[in-house]
Structures are given as C-alpha cells and as structure tokens.
C-alpha cells in the first residue's frame, strides 16, 4: 500500500505537527520547533500543487503550535494550539489566512499550555430555522481544566473552564452529542508526569448535567498512558503507549476493544469517509474498520521517518505529517479516485428549511445534510458547500466553502443572500467532487 504516498518537503527548517483542511481546499501545518528567529510557523500548502508553500513566521507566530482546525464559521482563519513555554502567547490563537497572516491571541493563565484543539456544535433554538453555535475546545494541563471558548463572527467569547478533579496531566479531548443536537458528553485523555507531579493515567468522561469527571482506567492497566482522543456517534477512540494500542470505547455498552501496534508509537487519528479510522504512528499508518473487528492493516512509509499529525483532505486523500523527515505525506485513497468501492459514503440532506427567498432577503440555516459510511454518520469529514446561482452567494458574498461535519457527521450551510435576480439558486453539499452532491433548490422571487 505504501506505494501510492508521496511526500512533500516543507523546507530544511521546521519539523510539522498537525494538519488541517482550510477554506479553497488548502492545507494548513502547524510546526513543533523554531527557525533561526527564534520564532515559530505555520506553513500553507496548496494540495494541487505541493511544492507551493506560504510561511506564516513573523515575529509575533509562537515559538510552539499544534493542534489545528479551520474556522467552523467559514471565516478567513484557522485557530490553532501553541504549548509555549512559560510566559509566553496565549496557547488559544486564532491566526488570518490572508496577506501577513495576523494572529490574536486569547488570555489565558500566564504559563497555560494546549496540545491540541477540537470543535463543538450546538443546536439551538426551537423546532424552526436550525441555528447552530460553535465552540473550541482544549484540554489545559497545568490548571487541569477542559476550556469551551464560544467561537463568533466577531472572534471568540469569553473561556468557560470545566476543572478536572483527578492527579493527572491532560493531553487531548473530545465530545460526543445526544440526538437532541444540544447535550454534550466531553471526554479528556490524562497521563502520569514528572514535573509537575501527575500520578494517574487514563480516559475522563463528564455527562450532561455532571459537575465532576469520571476515571475510566484503559484495558493495558494503570501504566498504559493515553494520547490523542476521537468520538464518532458510536464509540472513543484512543491512542495508548505501554502498550502500544489503538482502543475503541463502544458508548453503549462502555466495553473495550483493543488493537495492539508492536513497536509502533501511535500518534493522531482520524475518520476517513469510507468509515474506516486511519492512526499516524512510528511506523507508518494504521488502518481499521469502524467497528474494529479485523486486525487492521498498517501502511509504511516509504521513506522513513514517522507520522505524527492526519487529517482528510477536501478531496478524500489522506494527509499526514512526517517531523523526521520534515514532510508533509498524501495517501490517494480509493474515495478520492475513480471506480471507488461500493462501501463509498455519501451525503444526504436532513432539512431544509427555505424554498422561496425574496431578493435581498437571507436565509439563515438553508440546507442541513449529513455524511454517512458505513451505516453510521461520520465526523470530521470536509465536506464542499456551494450555491450556483446569478445573484445568489454566501454571507462572505461567496459561492462555495468548505465545512467540517460535526460531531454527529453534519453540517449546516452557511447564511444565504439573495440578489436581485430572479432565479433558482442550486445549493448543494458533498465530499469534493468523489460523489453526487446532496441540493435543495432556493427560488429567488421579486421583492
């Protein structure tokens, strides 16, 4: 399988963590070391044409960045984590994916720290119009707490911070939905450390209407350290060293499955659209059914290093980051291809809750859809929102955009303005161009 990964080079300088998917389909790295400036970077990658880099590396960029994620209101940003050392920037900023890429950093204590970042979605609201708010989250160790920061138009609120009760150090967190679309569940990875003094390893869990964590110990034992942590609408998904394991947490049942990787350091882990969950590691990448029950398989790196940070690309190609070697690495899976296997996912519409709009008029929430595989929604997936149409655009006077399913494998379009044509604006959602978009149609009539 290794055979179809080619690697990029990202420079001679600075090693890459983390990797996401941004708005026009470009990739955005977040790099784990500093240049010859003493500052850190953050580098743009164009997945059409690798070779093309941007370098945000101004002398304002933090010295450290991690997690990383598009802005889910579809604003020109993507927000990202920076582990800096004591009293340096903020670990939460918001960085401009426009020309000097500013950045805005948002107080935290002075020696805070984050690892990685993730995004929850709200419905809110009656049985009308679906609104929906967004919020980041992170997992702040040396204060022990799980930050929920509102994200807005306008930039972000102010951090509500969920404290963590138990001896640990927090790494990575993520949250799971009820069907309501409005009651969370917020799981946290904690590990043992030295300095400061941590003595308790393993998964935390706060349900609705709970004011304290829960410890839920890993099937390796109290040595075993988790590490990165994903939900879909079915399990937890965790990455563990001592052993090396990847671990499935079924949320009805709360039993353990667990897979183990030999001498293979894993790392992040992502959902793929086909529902498969693909995890970077030491030695390449794994991959395992959504239900883990084959082995799974393991793709090597063709030539060496590591892979630390995974993501899927507008595309459905597969991308990771390889720090050894400097790199950043694409996996064109079978999705992204043509003849793609039956067990394809697909999009499909959930709600739609305009069909005529008048000129000048907007609608807020036009088109709920959902990406599902397997039988099961899928988060985290990149899926394309356009609108073809004369008059009609988006709110950013756009006419396509790309969102994240939610943790329920959905997505809301985005606000629609109507111009001052008549006519039948199409709006659709799907995954690129690998699969027949879900669409709605808008009829724009006279004012």
């Known amino acids: ?59 304002h960029m933090p010295r450290l960045s991690a997690g990383i994620m ?6 020109s940003k993507v927000w990202f984590a920076a582990p800096a050392p004591p009293q340096q920037q903020d ?47 992170f997992a702040e160790p040396v204060y022990k707490y799980v930050g929920v920061l509102p994200i807005t138009q306008s930039g972000a609120g102010q951090v509500e911070k969920m404290h963590v009760e138990h001896n ?6 993520a949250v799971s939905t009820d069907t309501d679309g409005k009651t969370h569940t917020y799981w946290v990875t904690g590990q043992t450390n030295s300095n400061p003094s941590r003595t308790q390893n393993g998964l935390y869990k706060r349900a609705p209407r709970q004011s304290t964590w829960e410890h839920i110990p890993l099937p390796g034992g109290s040595a075993q350290k988790p590490y990165y942590v994903k939900v879909d609408t079915e399990a937890v998904w965790v990455t563990a060293t001592n ?11 709360l039993r353990w499955k667990e897979r183990n990787l030999g001498t293979a350091v894993p790392q992040q882990l992502t959902f793929t659209p086909n529902g498969e969950v693909w995890v970077a590691s030491s030695e390449g990448i794994h991959v395992f059914d959504g239900q883990m029950e084959e082995e799974g398989t393991t793709i090597r790196l063709p030539s060496g290093g590591k892979a630390k940070g995974i993501c899927v690309g507008s595309d459905g190609n597969i991308w990771f980051t390889n720090p050894d070697r400097k790199t950043i690495g694409r996996y064109p899976t079978a999705i992204a291809q043509m003849g793609a296997p039956s067990r394809l996912g697909r999009t499909q519409v959930v709600s739609h809750t305009e069909t005529v709009l008048h000129a000048k008029e907007h609608a807020d929430a036009p088109l709920v859809a959902e990406y599902v595989a397997d039988g099961r929604p899928i988060p985290g997936i990149p899926l394309t929102c356009r609108i073809e149409a004369e ?21 809301c379009l985005p606000p629609v303005y109507a111009g ?19 669409a709605t149609t808008l009829h724009i009539r006279p004012a």
């Open 243 to 253: 052993p090396n394991q990847v671990l499935r947490l079924n949320l009805n049942t």
């Open 91 to 137: 670990p939460i900023v918001a960085m401009l994916t426009t020309a000097g890429y500013p950045i805005t950093f948002y107080p935290l204590e002075d020696d805070a720290k984050a690892e990685s970042i993730a995004l929850e979605t709200t419905k809110v609201g009656g049985s009308g119009t679906p609104t929906y708010e967004y919020s980041l989250l």
């Open 168 to 173: 640990t150090w927090l790494w990575d967190v």
């Open 70 to 75: 598009k802005d889910p209101l579809g604003g």
């Open 391 to 411: 008059g009609a655009t988006f709110d950013d006077n756009t006419r396509e955009r790309v969102i994240l399913t939610d943790q329920r494998g959905r997505v």
């Open 420 to 438: 001052d044509v008549e006519e039948e604006a199409l709006l659709s959602v799907g995954l690129g161009n690998t699969e027949p978009h879900a």
């Open 1 to 59: 399988m290794a055979d179809g990964i080619t690697e990029y080079s990202l420079g001679t300088t600075f090693a890459p963590h983390s990797v996401c998917v941004g708005n026009a389909g470009k990739l955005w790295v977040t790099t784990s070391n500093t240049g010859t400036t003493g500052s850190g970077c953050v580098v743009r990658v164009n997945p059409l044409r690798p070779s093309e880099l941007s370098y945000a590396n101004h002398s």
